[in-house]
Nanobody, 119 residues
Framework: VQLQASGGGLVQAGDSLRLSCVASGRTFVIYSMAWFRQAPGKEREFVGDIIWALGTTDYADSVKGRFTLSKDNDKNTVYLRMNSLKPEDTAVYYC?????????????WGQGTLVTVSS
């Protein structure tokens, strides 16, 4: 499975941005797709995930109510819609995928896309 993340950029606080993660290859093994982020000098943190077959989502408390995950099965793509962005959302965002055999053990990772939120 290959994951390609895109959509990052420089925005101002309060703006919105949509990230995309396109999966290719053996996508049938994917159970869920997740987004993580890593800010400079900080550990990588979970942002949210979506179960591919069900569409069920889960979010970190820090983004609940502001970020929304969705998917397009035909395009093998997961979207992360980020609203009301804050400077503390600045990070490199990575998408990842797990399989049913190991839930939330992410074997597949995208390359990351940088989101910078200016105040």
């Amino acid at each position: 499975v290959q994951l390609q993340a895109s959509g990052g950029g420089l925005v101002q606080a309060g703006d919105s941005l949509r990230l995309s993660c396109v999966a290719s290859g053996r996508t049938f093994v994917i159970y869920s797709m997740a987004w993580f982020r890593q800010a400079p000098g900080k550990e990588r943190e979970f942002v949210g995930d979506i179960i591919w077959a069900l569409g069920t989502t889960d979010y970190a408390d820090s983004v609940k109510g502001r970020f929304t995950l969705s998917k397009d099965n035909d395009k093998n793509t997961v979207y992360l819609r980020m609203n009301s962005l804050k400077p503390e959302d600045t990070a490199v965002y990575y998408c990842a995928a797990d399989t049913p055999a190991q839930r939330r053990v992410y074997d597949y990772w995208g390359q990351g896309t940088l989101v910078t939120v200016s105040s």
